[in-house]
């Protein structure tokens, strides 16, 4: 079984539509819980971290749900800018495991 | 002030070549790491880097190695490389809680073996 589960998508949805993406882990020992944003042939680059409690940047909303083990993007009034692909990223250990990525392209 | 950076950008290299790839990290950041990221997949852990020693180390074979400097800086060696190599390599830094902080990549190098 993979570290992390990610439904690669694609999710193609109009300017201003809120969108979900969900991410699933198999280690319940993991500490930790992050977003990156990948635009296509460039690097990761972190969009925010997730907290147990939730936590919320401007349009954007991450959820844990440590019981069930997964993790949850949530994006509001979606923007052309926001075409990417993202990658849910959970520790094990020493190690960071990435999944495979949900790929996002909001239509104008 | 500048980020991680990795060179070369590009590489070609035929089978069973050697190559180096080497990683600058943000200053002050002593934690360095490594990714491979094969083209429709997310990265995949080859080594993490702390002080110096290794702290960690992905399911790749030995013909990946690599090292951290006194002054962070690191290198990832892949030695008799096969087709499969071709790939996006990333290098990651952090101050050294990455747990909670999550890692800063470079832009990568991207290897293709012919």
């Known amino acids: 079984r993979k570290e992390v589960e990610q439904d690669p998508g694609p999710f193609n949805v109009p300017e201003g539509a809120t969108v979900a993406f969900n991410c699933t882990y198999s280690?319940?020992?993991?500490?930790?819980f992050f977003w990156y944003r990948q635009d296509c042939r460039k690097e990761p680059k972190l969009l925010m971290s997730?907290?147990?409690s939730g936590n919320e940047d401007g349009r954007f909303t991450a959820q844990l749900n440590r019981a069930s083990q997964y993790i949850s993007l949530l994006i509001r009034d979606s923007k052309l800018s926001d075409s990417a692909t993202y990658l849910c990223?959970?520790?094990?250990?020493?190690?960071?495991?990435f999944g495979t990525g949900t790929s996002l392209t909001v239509i104008p | 002030d500048a980020g991680v950076t990795q060179s070369p950008t590009h590489l070609i290299k035929t089978r069973g070549q050697h190559v180096t790839l080497r990683c600058s990290p943000i200053?002050?950041?002593?934690?360095v790491s490594w990714y491979q990221q094969v083209l429709g997949q997310g990265p995949q852990f080859i080594f993490q880097?702390?002080?110096?020693?290794?702290?960690g180390r992905g399911n790749f074979p030995d013909r990946f190695s690599a090292r951290q400097f006194p002054n962070y800086s690191s290198e990832l060696n892949v030695n008799a490389l096969l087709l499969g190599d071709s790939a996006l390599y990333l290098c990651?830094?952090?101050?050294?809680?990455?747990?909670?902080?999550?890692?800063?990549f470079g832009s990568g190098t991207r290897l293709t073996v012919v």
């Open positions: 990651a830094s952090s101050l050294g809680g990455a747990l909670y902080y999550g890692y800063t």
């Open positions: 280690n319940s020992a993991s500490q930790s």
């Open positions: 997730v907290y147990s």
């Open positions: 990223v959970v520790n094990s250990g020493n190690q960071f495991y």
């Open positions: 200053s002050g950041h002593k934690s």
């Open positions: 880097y702390y002080e110096k020693e290794e702290r």
